[in-house]
């Protein structure tokens, strides 16, 4: 039985890591999806068959411009005909001592990993209220929501703001039926995390890989996360399975924050 069959997903962050194997996961258990990067549109159609391209629409463009919200969900009605799940994953990382003026890195940080989801989020849960039969709403949060690091303030404080923004949209839109969830991640494999082995080798003065190596040893069970291990999380989020959820983030992070 596939989980997710005739439901339609908009999935931000797609052009690889954790986007492209959720919207893979999608596929698989029958959902059809708009995938949304800043990537060229072939080049987010790459990864997958030509039998999954038959239930995919690639969308290239950049969440930071206004205009380009509500155009996500008009292309997803547009080709597809609804929109039932929205997985705000699209995501930027930067690092820094407290005390440097970043105040370049701060506007791109919030402007990416807070104004465009919760933007994306309001479009998408009108789109929802219109059709009148509910809907998912999934918000990629991360286990650095949950705590302060001397060095990554401002991501930090966006993906609080992300679990935050996800509580209080939960209780917005539970009189419409929307789920409104989170997952945090924790660290996870992917090639974002070779940049931010790269600034911690910088400001720690560390070998490159060293951090990479001591995260992912001092994981509970022993690993980084791959890409895949979100997508079971995800499809659970995103089915009939999780009706009774909502107002939650949880935490897929291999034991790193227990909550």
Known sequence: MMELAKKVAIVTGAGSGIGMAIAKGYVAEGAKCLLVDVKPEVELLEAFTLEERASLQALSLDLNDRANIQRVV?????????VDILLNNAAVFDM???LDD?????????AVNVR???????AAARQ????????KIINMASQAGRRGEALVAHYCASKAAVISYTQSSALAL???RINVN????????TPMWDKVDALFAKYENLEPGQKKRQVGEAVPMGRMGIPDDFIGAAVFLASPASDYVTAQTLNVDGGNWMS
Do not use: K, N
């Open 116 to 122: 465009s989801m919760f933007f994306l989020m309001q």
């Open 102 to 110: 970043s105040w370049d890195s701060y506007e791109r940080i919030f």
């Open 74 to 82: 008009d292309v997803a009605v547009e080709r597809f005909g609804r």
């Open 174 to 176: 539970a009189q419409h």
């Open 182 to 189: 989170g997952i945090a991640p924790g660290v996870v494999d």
């Open 96 to 98: 820094g001592p407290l």
């Open 128 to 135: 929802m209220v219109a059709q009148g039969e509910g809907g």
